[in-house]
């Protein structure tokens, strides 16, 4: 939406002036953006420190140059942590999974336009991450059988 701004200003400490201005056109904005969160988008599941890529799709007529925060959930959604600076709308994000297992880990993606409109939105269902390479130690190390086999 463009709108015009017209400016009266009268001055009432006992001087006689007025003045009038008319603005430039400007444009206002009051639509929010839309997002969708691609991936991980619930069911997933990957190893520790594995680096996976958080997919996003975001659109708005008056994104700046980093309109888009990246959001962390461990529990479902119920808290978020930010780990991230502002991003840019590239629609990707490269990601360090991390050290400590998750069943109900969540992305959350914020898009922010320049007037302060925003939209989110949240990965439809957990996903999860979890350690390999844990180390099973059988003893003894070594075993012996007696087969007797017999008609």
Same mark, same amino acid.
């Given at each position: ?13 006992? #001087? ?26 619930? +069911? ?6 594995? #680096?996976?890529?958080?997919?996003? !799709? =975001? ?12 959001? #962390?959930?461990?529990? +479902? ?13 590239? +629609? ?12 109900? =880990?969540?992305?959350?993606?914020? =898009? ?21 390479? =844990?180390?099973?130690?059988? !003893? ?12």
């Amino acid at each position: 939406m463009k709108i015009l701004v017209l400016i009266t200003a009268i001055l009432t400490l006992g #001087f006689a002036d007025t003045g009038e201005g008319v603005s430039e056109l400007v444009t206002l904005d009051t639509v929010d953006p839309t997002v969708q969160v691609l991936a991980p988008n619930g +069911g997933e599941n990957y190893v520790n420190e594995e #680096f996976i890529e958080i997919t996003w !799709s =975001a659109s708005d007529f008056s994104f700046g140059n980093a309109p888009i925060k990246i959001y #962390f959930s461990e529990d +479902g959604g119920e808290t978020y942590t930010d780990n991230t600076d502002f991003e840019e709308n590239d +629609g990707i994000y490269q990601w360090t999974v991390p050290d400590t297992p998750c069943i109900d =880990a969540v992305v959350r993606i914020t =898009a922010i336009d320049e007037f302060g409109n925003s939209a989110n939105d949240e990965s439809d269902n957990s996903f999860s991450y979890y350690e390999v390479g =844990a180390q099973i130690s059988i !003893s003894p190390s070594s075993l012996s059988f007696d087969i007797n086999l017999e008609n």
